[in-house]
């Protein structure tokens, strides 16, 4: 009975007509992010954590959150029609899905995308629902050394499953620690690493330093490549709504895809990216016609894009019951929850519970919009990808510029953001991961309070996260975790010198 009438309280702040509309704009952005080849949604909102700073709390997340799924929506329409993928997370799709699309077969790849998507999504959230609170409660029990252990337990998760080295995902996190480690230190309030300035007392802000990161970076990558108009795969399009055929070869892969996707969804560092890959492989191992796939298998773009909308879900249980982001997109919404005075975690269902389900039972409503919106303005996104590159640009800059400023109204900000513009170009150049840093930015923070103040508790001893049972699993499985990977690393360095 807790559980409906906590929905309850979900649905009536998520149905107010303001919160509907902001639903809306933030899942029609979401898909217009997928749909443009390049931009992705961690730049996007990036640029729009300044508008969310004059909009209702519960309106701002709302929004924000549905920019994140939406975007998963977007990014196949490109992946099935052009053969580009909107967003990293659509990658995959490309490979059978714009081979349907070259064989006349659009319409179906695009309608069971955008089914698979909204089954994936919608179960995910209630997958949220059921988990978080529980998550929430057992939350309850952590003080300064759990909250230490979790930080470490979930750095150690996001460098091992990082897309490129480990090493340099290490290198990246600990620069993120240092970021967050400038401005007044928060237990003995003496000020660290400012410069001698005023205004980096307070810190870097999230805002100016995530606009750099993603949006001038961006920026920067892509004027180093040619701006030619892509050729636009123009087949007409037919037969949105997948065939009885369709679905019996769609429904095993979607159902495992939302199990796969909400599983890694959960997990820091893996999310849509792994979830759509790993969906692909269970469904080319498990099927009958392994050789189909590549050619315009429909259970490679059904299973796949299913995973991607359900990793959302999962990836929103850390963040709302644990205060942890797991990806790039929930380390920005962690910063809009803090911006605008949520702290996320074990106290959040209790203290703001028209926000922990107001964003909840928004996600079934977005999804609803999502299912609406994509197959009636699959033409629509089709001619949006023909704007060139010469004009979407300039205007990317001009919004990062706005978005820096408008953060705090300091020109301080604009500056931060063009210094981490060129971090993070140099970042891409060199290898290191814009994730880990933005991660490290965040959590390093409560990594070093958390150790801080246990220690102090405990007079300087170290047997503190030893003695409480929670600190000492989630140290001790962070430690197995490391050791792991060493061994591996050591034993196929061996076998190399073997042969």
């Known amino acids: 009975m807790e559980l409906f009438h906590d929905i309850y309280i979900g649905f009536s702040t998520a149905l107010l007509p303001s919160n509907l509309i902001y639903c809306f704009f933030g899942v029609l952005a979401g898909t ?3 749909v443009l080849p390049g931009i992705g949604s961690p730049t996007v909102l990036a640029l729009l954590l300044p508008v969310t700073f004059h909009i209702p709390r519960e309106g701002a997340l709302i929004m924000t959150v549905g920019i994140y799924y939406g975007s998963q929506y977007g990014g196949s329409t490109t992946s099935i029609l052009v053969n580009i993928p909107g967003e990293a997370t659509s990658i995959v799709t490309c490979l059978d899905g714009h081979q349907m699309a070259r064989k006349g077969r659009a319409g179906s790849a695009l309608g069971i995308s955008a089914f698979g998507s909204f089954i994936g999504g919608t179960i995910s959230v209630i997958g949220l629902m059921l988990i978080g609170p529980v998550v929430a409660k057992f939350a309850l029990r952590f003080g300064p050394p759990e909250l230490f252990a979790l930080a470490f337990l979930a750095t150690v998760l996001l460098v091992l499953f990082a897309k490129g080295s480990k090493l340099k995902s290490f290198i990246s996190a600990l620069l993120g620690c240092f970021a967050g480690t400038i401005g007044l230190d928060y237990v003995s309030g003496i000020p660290r690493f400012n410069l001698g300035t005023a205004s980096l007392m307070k810190g870097m802000e999230l805002v100016p330093v995530a606009i750099g990161l ?3 970076a961006e920026v920067l990558i892509n004027l180093e490549q040619k701006l030619a108009e892509r050729d636009i795969f123009t087949a007409v399009i037919r037969g949105l709504l997948p065939t009885r055929k369709d679905w019996k070869e769609s429904i095993l892969p979607i159902s495992r895809g939302t199990i796969i ?3 890694l969804g959960l997990l820091p560092g893996a999310g849509a990216i792994m ?3 790993s969906s692909y492989i269970v469904e080319k191992r498990l099927s009958r016609h392994p050789e189909r796939f590549g050619t315009g298998a429909i259970a490679g773009v059904a299973g796949p894009e299913t995973a ?4 959302t879900g999962g990836a929103m249980v850390p963040l709302l019951s644990l205060g942890l982001p797991t990806n790039a997109v929930t380390a920005l919404l962690l910063g ?3 911006i605008h005075g949520i702290h996320p975690g074990p106290f959040l269902m209790k203290e703001h519970p028209e926000t922990f389900w107001g964003v909840i039972t928004s996600m079934y409503i977005g999804n609803i919009f999502l299912l609406i919106l994509n197959l009636p303005l699959i033409g629509i996104w089709v001619k949006i990808l023909k704007v060139p590159y010469r ?9 990062c510029l706005l978005g820096a400023y408008s953060a705090g109204n300091d020109p301080y900000d604009v500056l931060i953001m063009v210094v981490f513009g060129a971090i993070g170009y140099l970042m891409r150049k060199t290898g290191l991961e814009i994730v880990p840093f933005i991660f490290a930015m965040i959590i390093g923070p409560l990594m070093e309070n958390g150790f801080r103040l246990a220690l102090l508790s405990s007079r300087g001893s170290f047997t503190i996260f030893f003695n409480h049972n929670i600190s000492a699993v989630l140290i001790g499985l962070g430690l197995t975790i490391i050791l792991i990977s060493i061994f591996q690393k050591w034993r196929s360095k061996k076998k190399g010198y073997d042969r």
């Open 214 to 216: 993603f949006g001038m």
């Open 308 to 311: 991607n909308n359900a990793a």
């Open 275 to 277: 979830a759509s890959l």
């Open 261 to 263: 996707g909400f599983l």
């Open 32 to 34: 217009l992010v997928g």
């Open 391 to 399: 004009i979407l640009l300039p205007l990317i800059v001009l919004f």
């Open 336 to 338: 809009a929850m803090l």
